[in-house]
């Protein structure tokens, strides 16, 4: 089975940037999606980025994350980023990786099969 593990959180000022990254181990993403996802204290989780499983490289962002965070893939070493810039008290929370079996599904939880146990990411002043 498909295992992910985040890392790369932190606590950040606001303004401030996080890299995190997704290790996959005892497989590969199979030309599935990756994903991130977050949720805050008391809030259901929520869709992030998501990025094609297929070589066009195809990304979906939230609005929020439109313009600020990218989702990015480096297949040799089976790894998964997101690139958070000018971030937001708002953005707190855990943020997971996810896979999917589908290529290109969107940010809706539902439709993703494995997760990771997430990784803490504080935006405080």
């Known amino acids: 089975q498909l295992q992910l593990v985040e890392s790369g959180g932190g606590v950040v000022q606001p303004g401030g940037s996080l890299r995190l990254s997704c290790a996959a181990s005892?497989?590969?993403?199979?030309?599935?999606?990756a994903g991130w996802f977050r949720q805050a204290p008391g809030k259901e989780r929520e869709g992030v980025a998501c990025?094609?499983?297929?070589?066009?490289?195809?990304?979906y962002y939230a609005d929020f994350a439109e313009g600020r965070f990218s989702i990015s893939r480096d297949s040799a070493d089976n790894m998964v980023y997101l690139q958070m810039n000018n971030l937001r008290p708002e953005d707190t929370g855990v943020y997971y990786c996810?896979?999917?079996?589908?290529?290109?599904?969107?940010?809706?939880?539902?439709?993703?099969?494995?997760w990771g146990q997430g990784t803490q990411v504080t935006v405080s002043s």
């Open positions: 996810a896979a999917s079996k589908w290529v290109f599904p969107g940010i809706s939880p539902n439709v993703y099969d494995h």
């Open positions: 005892n497989g590969n993403w199979n030309h599935g999606a």
């Open positions: 990025l094609s499983g297929s070589s066009d490289g195809k990304t």
